[in-house]
């Protein structure tokens, strides 16, 4: 860490599925943070997922069966999330796991489905490092060992052009985990009252924890931050594509409740996530999703 820019604790998830950091106090600084790197696995190939970021919201070709582009005037209408055009320079695709065969090409669900496994591992990984117990996490998560929790993936084009507006604004996510990839830097975080680029790691996604860890541990011994979050503005760069990211995103249900243990390890219901999220979409300038 240095005065200006901050690097973030590392990690790696081993061939039994086990979240590994280097030290105790890199997995704990991870929980103080709600950041930190994970390493990429061995043979996922995420070229894919990147050429689509610069793809999805071009105009359709008309071809049969083309899914690389078109996808900003789509509809997705099996999806409760589809496209957004948000007040920030970004425009994203947001489709839910069980979607992502119906309406990606085959090689972008290839690489969303390694991640949603990657992603799945470093979450009970966290459970492990914050003492959630085992055999809570299937209510609090919805089943997200089962794919019946909320799993989604976000796929960002930063739109260089608009000017005078953030890159994302700064934001906490609000489910649990997001895993992010992403092909320039740009990402901040809020840490002790300033805000400080993040020192790029090669070979790493990114993981934010988000709003449903927060709530969940905030009584608990070691409590877990929500990451606070941004992309500031970016500005045109001649010959470069805009930048790029997506993600996997794991989350409770709307229909479900947030969940909070007390002061005694007690597990009760907090709120219901869907009117926790639409409380929170209004504080930051944005409509919810209306198919919600």
Known sequence: MTTDTLTLPAAEVDEAGTLRFASQADA????????FNVAVPDGLDVSAGLAFCRSFYEPATGHPGERHRGHREHGHAASKLGYEDRPDQVEQLQLESFLWQEYLPDDVTAVLR??????????????????????????????????????????????????????IVEHSDSGFITTICTDKPGYEILHEGRWLPVRERPGHFTVNLGDAFRVLTRKLPRPVTAVYHRVPE?????????????TVYMGPRYDMSLYQYDTGGRLREYQSFR??????????????????
């Open 234 to 246: 970016l500005r045109p760069d001649a010959g470069t594509p805009d930048r790029s990211s997506f």
């Open 28 to 35: 704990e600084q991870s929980l103080t943070l709600g950041a």
């Open 114 to 167: 390694w991640m949603r496994q990657l992603t799945l591992d470093v979450l009970y990984g966290v459970f492990d490092t914050a003492g959630v117990p085992e055999g809570d996490r299937d209510l609090i998560t919805g089943g997200a060992r089962q794919d019946t929790g909320l799993c989604y993936t976000t796929v960002n084009h930063y739109r260089a052009g608009l000017s005078d507006r953030a890159g």
């Open 275 to 292: 009117d926790f999220s639409v409380e929170k979409a209004g504080k930051l300038g944005y409509a919810f999703h209306s198919r919600v």
